[in-house]
Each structure stands twice: as structure tokens, then as C-alpha cells.
């Protein structure tokens, strides 16, 4: 085992509830030894974090699908990391693993969590450590079951989907693709657009950067016949202008809204929604959670997409615990470009400063 005095754990833990964006007064920069395990415990030393929109409403108080980050307490993320020691013979020294490991350098599970079902086993034959945070990883998980089991997409069908350049984007618009649909992705800015068109193989892009009247445009151009599927990552305007266009039977999957999470007004609700009613269509929210047994299923489809190149993977990483305040603000700016990891330390276990 090893011999874990050596380490130092630096973590991040939410020192206020924001009010609108996140800033550095929010975050408490704090460290404390690596303990070793407790009986049937384990002490995983993190390698990559998962940063996403959803950690936003995390830090909010209030009712939620998950209870809220408490105040003085390490910033929840998805991780992967290795095992460096252990007490549970499900788990060896050197293992790598995935799960919900913190905003920290070193995250120690408890027998009860492993129970529960967290940390698993992860297969770096499948996919390198920052797939399994993206394609293989929740992201990956949320647009397969939110686009074939919400949206049940039938090939032929128009499928839209809001931030298509992102983590969630980027797999949903490839798995409709593979499953023969039609597919137009809404992203900012043209090299966002060039991305999922020539790289991902979308068959329409719609610049939402380009003008006021830009995704109307657009859907006119490109969805001239309605919009059966779509998977909403953004919610706001964007989610109305396409609930307008809604083609007869359309199924709307709300994923996320990441242009309402810092609103210090009410949330923006959706002004079309009696397209819904004109168009027989129906609107059902996709947490990813509901899906945790199924998982298997999905990482084995989409790791061998991977292998074939039918599907591609891309990540943005930035690197260092420390960088963590001004790294998440990038999901809320669209500076990042694909899905958003933040390093901690190489495989070898070296820390990055």
C-alpha cells in the first residue's frame, strides 16, 4: 500500500451560495493529510475532473434532484482517478476508477459509498481518461438515454440540438447520425459550427452568434419541414424559437438550461409552449441518475464507436487544481470548446502545480 504521508490533499469547497456567475469569493482553498482508508474503504488519488453545467445549480439551496452542496464542503464532481490505497478486495492498488470524487487531490471512499455503487471499475482499452469523463463518462450517459429513450428517434427525422459543441452535444448529434436521423446543431460561433459539421458530421450547423434573427433563419433553412427531435441544452430564447417550429409528434427533451443558470431574476420559462398542444408534440426532462443500471449497456455501444470512428471525442482541458474557480466559468462564457476537464495530475501521480 502505499505510504500516504507523503500527501497532502488540496481541496475546493463552496464557501457561499453564488449570487448570478461564480467568482473566487465563492470557492475556499483549503488542504488536510490523505488519511489511510477506513475498513472497506478506499483512497483514490484523482486524475481528471468533470466540470459541468450542472455543478451550477448544485450550489444553489433549494429543492432540487440532488441535495445542494452544503456550505464548507468540497465542491461535488465527477472524476476519474487510481486507487493508491485500499481495505476492500473489490479494489487493487493501481485500479482506475470512476465516480463522484470531489473537487480535491485525493478522494476517500467509504465502504458504504462503494456499496452504494460508487467508485466503478473504468477500462482504459475502452477509452483514455478524459473519454470516460466525456463520451463514456455522464455526458456520454445523458445524450444516449436522453436522445433514444426520451427522444426515440426514428431515422429520417429532423433532430436539433442546442450547444452541440459540447460534452452532451457533441454525442447526441453523432448517435443520431448513426441512427439515420437528419441532424442540425446550434452552437456559437463558426469554428463551433466547422466542428460539428466537418468534424462530427452534422448535416447543418446555425451560428446562434450570428444575429438577432439567427436560429429562426436557420430553422427556416435547415428544419423547413419541422423539428421531430430536440435535445435542449440551453433553454431561453433559443428553446422558444425552436418549440416554434415544432414538426407534428415532435418529442422535446429538456437536458439543461445553461444560458438561465446565473439569472438573478426568475428563470426564463418557455413562451411557446402552446406549440406543444397545436403539435400533439410532448417536452420530459432526462436526469441522467435515473439510468445508473444501465450504464454497462451504453459505455459498451459507445466505446465500440469509438474503436470504429464513428463517433469522435473531444475535450477541453485545462489544468491544476487552483485553476478550478476561473475553469468552470468557461461552461457559462462558451470558452470552452468541447467537454470540460480539469487535470489534476498525470497518470503517474505526479501533481500538477
Not at 204 to 225: E, F, M, Q, T, V
Request: net charge positive; aromatic share 6%; charged share 20%.
Amino acid at each position: 500500500m502505499t505510504d500516504l504521508a507523503q500527501y497532502t490533499n488540496r481541496q475546493i469547497r463552496l464557501a457561499s451560495r453564488p449570487v448570478g456567475r461564480p467568482n473566487a469569493s465563492n470557492w475556499q482553498h483549503t488542504s488536510e493529510p490523505v488519511q489511510p482508508p477506513e475498513p472497506g474503504g478506499i483512497v483514490v488519488q484523482n486524475l481528471s475532473l468533470s466540470l459541468d453545467p450542472a455543478m451550477r445549480g448544485w450550489m444553489n439551496e433549494g429543492k432540487s434532484y440532488i441535495a445542494p452542496v452544503a456550505i464548507g464542503d468540497v465542491m461535488r464532481a465527477g472524476g476519474v482517478g487510481r486507487v493508491i490505497a485500499s481495505q476492500n478486495p473489490r479494489f487493487a492498488v493501481g485500479d482506475h476508477v470512476s465516480g463522484a470524487l470531489g473537487v480535491q487531490e485525493f478522494a476517500s471512499i467509504p465502504e458504504s459509498a462503494i456499496k452504494a455503487g460508487t467508485p466503478t471499475h473504468i477500462d482504459l482499452k475502452q477509452g483514455t481518461l478524459n473519454q470516460w469523463l466525456n463520451v463514456l463518462g455522464m455526458p456520454g450517459m445523458t445524450g444516449y438515454f436522453g436522445l433514444l429513450d426520451v427522444g426515440q428517434p426514428k431515422p429520417g427525422e429532423t433532430v436539433v440540438i442546442s450547444g452541440a459543441a459540447g460534452a452532451v452535444g457533441q454525442t447526441v448529434g453523432q448517435l443520431a447520425k448513426i441512427k439515420g436521423c437528419r441532424v442540425i446543431g446550434i452552437a456559437g460561433g463558426k469554428a463551433k459550427c466547422d466542428f460539428v459539421t466537418k468534424d462530427l458530421g452534422f448535416d447543418g450547423c446555425i451560428d446562434y452568434k450570428a444575429g438577432p434573427s439567427a436560429i429562426r433563419d436557420g430553422l427556416k433553412l435547415h428544419a423547413g419541414n419541422g423539428v421531430d427531435v430536440y435535445f435542449d441544452n440551453v433553454g431561453g430564447d433559443i428553446l422558444d424559437d425552436v418549440l416554434a417550429r415544432l414538426a407534428r409528434k415532435a418529442r422535446v427533451i429538456i437536458c439543461g438550461a445553461v444560458s438561465q443558470y446565473n439569472n438573478t431574476e426568475p428563470v426564463q420559462g418557455p413562451k411557446n409552449y402552446l406549440s406543444l398542444l397545436v403539435n400533439r408534440a410532448r417536452m420530459e426532462g432526462i436526469v441522467v441518475f435515473d439510468y445508473a443500471d444501465r450504464y454497462p449497456i451504453a459505455v459498451a455501444e459507445l466505446a465500440g464507436h469509438l474503436r470504429s470512428g464513428r463517433i469522435k471525442s473531444r475535450e477541453h482541458v485545462e489544468r491544476g487544481l487552483s485553476t478550478f474557480p476561473t475553469a468552470l466559468t468557461k461552461l457559462f462564457t462558451g470558452e470552452n470548446f468541447g467537454k470540460l476537464v480539469l487535470q489534476v495530475a498525470e497518470d503517474d501521480g505526479t501533481r500538477i502545480p
